[in-house]
């Protein structure tokens, strides 16, 4: 079979293409600093001259970084650091990411109020600087051509205009300078964060939505993020407490509660997802009813939390009631998964499922009417007291160095010490004899039992090991809702976590790995939270964003290596073609 390499016909002559994508991007730029409406009805008061607000900024944000990736193509010096990979599909990128924001900014002023005459000349401005960008970035040379058996359609064309060479070896920097990279490149990341949690308003959420998309897509094309890899690599045990520093910072960086209490529930979530994902990501048992190990941690500690509603009426200490939750999972983990997991594939899904079903319903029934009064039924258990450790109340306010830190900063804080829990074990388990086994199992269970792993054994292990980093989670989730009820642990809803949105955490992030499901819970629970006006067609967009991602990216936002090289071809035998030739050689010299 023949190869054939397509080479790519700029639409302009590329000094032009890229002399009007420079000035295009400064246009858009400029376009920022001047009034876009004459109205302050519109949520960010962009009527003012000279002082950009809400969505202007975003759209600055993306056209300097278009402008300067334009300006690095011109080979000016300082700026090629800035494309070590690809030169041209970071600039088409940062400018389709401009062109959208630019674009959704004009239509949300048209429609809310009330048409395009609205517009001041700013925005008429900014939205054809940012069409120009676009048009003359299509006219820049491809990074790649394009290697097919066949002649490639348009959409190919345009695909393959987005892909880019992974970035050549870096200069050797000393040690300082690559550590204050990594420090200054999580400080980044912080702001970046911290800035989508406290957008006051859905219309910027929307476009910070949309330009960090792009932006990020931007930054991996130019080969910057693979540079940061792999100085995190490098500096692995540095890379990890920067990481951890900088979310410990978050609650410093707030002046309410408000969107503290969203980073709580993030966390909570990616805490249960990353144990889902010891599940389902290392061993591959696809469970659809892990939610249900989340209450009953949840549950556990508020039984035994003191509150006037518990059965029970006794209070365990903290430490006690995270290590009763955690060994009441383990037991429910233990006893679900005994029996069920000689199953496999579509029959282990049916049967976990009903579990989490039978959980929900049998704790609606807990109420000394249907069965014994235990969880008071539908009621829930409401009225549970906040913690206090060691005399930390964590209900009251704090103040720590000069900071006042409200009643959910302390829960942030007590989540993410638990999330580092999760994470030690999942690193640890993953690279350990255990954990190479459960791969073994993913991969293909009749093999791995032939060659001596006990499958039985080592995926009960992995089923109740994922319950009980579950049920540490729901301990302290019980405190910070200060309520549970059967409603909170349902297979499929709008509010997550539920189950369908915890293994959608998983595979949206990249199964296998740690900051992927960390990175798809925290989408997963943001991206509802901030546009609850869409609340009603939240399912049908989860799962046309399933949808895409399967087909465009199926090894998830952050994939390990197994995965790339499962999911996309890479153009090469898995054995070298001398060996296959000698292979041939000597077999018909034996057969002869």
Known sequence: MTTNTHETTPVLAIPAARAATTAGAALTLASTF????????????????????????????????????????YGIKGLGW??????NSPVRLAALGVLGTMGFTVGAISVTLGGVVNLEPGAWIGLVGAIITVVASLGLPHDQDITDTTTPSPLERFLNSLRAPAPG???????????????????????????GIDTAYPELFIGYLIISA???????????????????????SIAVAAAFVAAAVFPF??????????????????TVALGLNIVVGLAGLLDLGYVAFLGVGAYTAALVSGTTASAFGVQFPFWASVLTGAAVSLIFGVVIGAPTLRLRGDYLAIVTLGFGEIFRIAVGNLDGVSGPRVTNGPNGVPNIPDLNFFGYDFGESHTILGFELGAYANYYLLMLLAMILVVLVFSRAGSSRIGRAWVAIREDETAATAMGINGFRVKLIAF???????????????????????????????????SAFLLAAVILGGMGTISGPLIGAALLYMIPAKLQFLSDYQLLGFGLALILLMRFRPEGLIANRRAKLEYHETNQLDVPEETLADTTSGTKKAGA
């Open 34 to 73: 001047l009034a876009w409406t004459w109205t302050s009805e519109f949520p960010g008061d962009l009527t003012v001259t000279g002082y950009p607000g809400g969505l202007q900024v975003l759209t600055l944000v993306g056209a300097a970084l278009t402008l300067l990736f334009a300006l690095s193509g």
């Open 82 to 87: 800035l494309t070590p990979g690809g030169s």
């Open 169 to 195: 070896r870096p200069k050797e920097l000393p040690s300082w300078a690559e550590i204050l990279i990594i420090v200054a490149a999580f400080g980044i990341g912080l702001f970046v964060v911290t800035y």
């Open 214 to 236: 792009f932006a990020v897509a931007a930054l991996f094309k130019a080969g910057l993020m693979a540079r940061l890899s792999a100085l995190t690599t490098k500096y692995r």
């Open 253 to 270: 960086t707030q002046n309410t509660d408000q969107y503290t209490l969203i980073a709580v529930n993030i966390l909570i979530f990616a």
């Open 464 to 498: 109740a090991l994922g319950a009980t980093l579950a049920g540490i989670a729901g301990t302290v989730q019980a405190h910070v809702q200060s309520t549970v009820v059967p409603e909170m642990y349902v297979f499929a809803g709008p509010v997550p976590p539920n």
